[in-house]
């Protein structure tokens, strides 16, 4: 990796902590994986990549539903978690989607999900040029990412149309400052198409049930306005253009 990854020494810190709540920690337990799993394919029998893997919640639910898991994440303290969480049944790679996934051969998988780990990747375009090299003709991306209109009126930016850097405090962690990139909403749809993709579906989450008891405030909040995107993309069989350099 040329670059250091920009949330990778905040994930390191954070990762025992962020693995203790994870599963019941209600805007991800029950508000974004519960969309995101909605837009999956038939996982059995399938290979798919786990890109930004975390504590492995998602590997898991893959491996239980007879896929064939392969996971990768910056943060070496997240790995280390994932690996006891699915009890050697994937294989996992420290690995920055932000650079070339050498390492994993081309047209070798036919799902790729990438669950709330885009925001930390400046560049799209490659990264999803990567994935449309890993999957075969036909196969899947799915990914959830923070709302462009959630962050437009959390960050209160001047500069909509500019993907910038910017960070946030979650409070649920301590006041763990996160860094991470806003962009607009053509720049989150518009790199799908550029790197070889139909995006199939685009899902903006409603809080379930389960959240209106464990957080009746953020379940009414999230009834009005969006926090995440999830969007479901297949690989179409031309190749992407190259870009440009």
Known sequence: M???????????ALAERYAAVIDTKPHNAYYERPATLSLLP?????RVLDAGCGPGVYSAWLLDRGADVVAIDVSESMIDIAKQRTRGRARFHRADIGAPLDFLESSTFDLVVAPLVLEYVRDWRATLREFHRLLRPGGHVVVSVTHPFSDFLYFRTDRYFETELVEST????GGVRMPSYRRSLEETLNPFGDAGFRIEHVLEPKPTEEMRTADPRHFEELRRQPCFLCIRAVRVDEAPPALAV
């Open 170 to 173: 979650w409070t649920g962690f």
């Open 2 to 12: 040329s670059d250091k990854p920009i949330a990778r020494d905040v994930y390191d």
């Open 42 to 46: 038939d996982v059995s029998e399938r």
